[in-house]
C-alpha cells in the first residue's frame, strides 16, 4: 500500500510504537494547544498512550504512514469506529490524511461495516466534514479545574463499492 513513491503505508508493528506515539504526541501539542485548554490536551495525550496504541493494535488495525522512514501519518479501525487518525502539521493539506480515511473507511467495509463512526475534535471538524462524515452529537468532557475538552460524534454511510 502507498500513497506516493516516497510515502508507504503500512500495518503497525510494535516496533513502531515509540515513533507512533511521538508523531501523536507532536501533532497534538503543535495543533491542539491553542484550541484545547492544557487539562484537554494531557487527555488527549493519556487517550493515546502507548497501552492504548497497543490495545487498538490489537483489537482491530491501525495503519501507519511512512516518508523516508519516519512516521507521518496514522489512524486506527475498531469494530466500525475510526480513531487516532492524525498527520503530521508539516505533512497536512497534501492528501495523506484522505487517502488513509479511504483505506480504513475500505477496511470496515471489507469486514461489513455499513457505517462508520468517529469522535472530530476542534482541528478537525473541517477535514472530517468534507469527507462526508454528518455530525451527530455535540460532546463536552470535563477534564478537572473547570476545564472541558469540546467534540463531536460523527457518521457516514459506507456504501459498498458498486453503489
Known amino acids: 500500500m502507498s500513497t506516493s513513491r516516497q510515502t508507504k ?5 510494535c516496533s513502531d510504537l515509540d515513533s507512533l506515539r511521538r508523531l501523536i504526541w507532536d501533532t497534538i501539542d503543535i495543533s491542539y494547544s491553542n484550541l484545547y485548554p ?4 494531557e487527555f ?4 493515546h498512550s502507548d497501552q492504548n496504541i497497543l490495545e487498538r493494535a490489537q483489537a482491530g488495525i491501525v495503519l501507519v504512514a511512512e516518508d523516508n522512514g519516519e ?3 496514522t489512524g486506527s479501525l475498531v469494530d466500525g469506529e475510526i480513531f487516532a487518525v492524525f498527520v503530521h502539521p508539516d505533512r497536512q493539506r497534501v492528501g495523506l490524511g484522505k487517502a488513509l480515511m479511504k483505506m480504513l ?7 461489513g461495516t455499513s457505517e462508520s463512526v468517529l469522535s472530530v475534535s ?3 471538524k473541517r477535514f472530517y466534514e468534507g ?7 455535540e460532546c463536552s468532557k470535563d477534564v478537572g479545574d473547570g476545564q472541558r475538552l469540546d467534540f463531536w460524534k460523527a ?4 456504501f459498498p463499492r458498486d453503489h
Open 9 to 13: 503505508i503500512h500495518q503497525f508493528q
Open 38 to 41: 492544557p487539562r484537554a490536551v
Open 44 to 47: 488527549f495525550k493519556e487517550f
Open 71 to 73: 512516521i507521518i501519518t
Open 105 to 111: 473507511e475500505e477496511q470496515a467495509r471489507a469486514s
Open 122 to 124: 476542534l482541528p478537525s
Open 131 to 137: 469527507l462526508g462524515y454528518e455530525i451527530v452529537q
Open 155 to 158: 457518521k457516514k454511510r459506507l
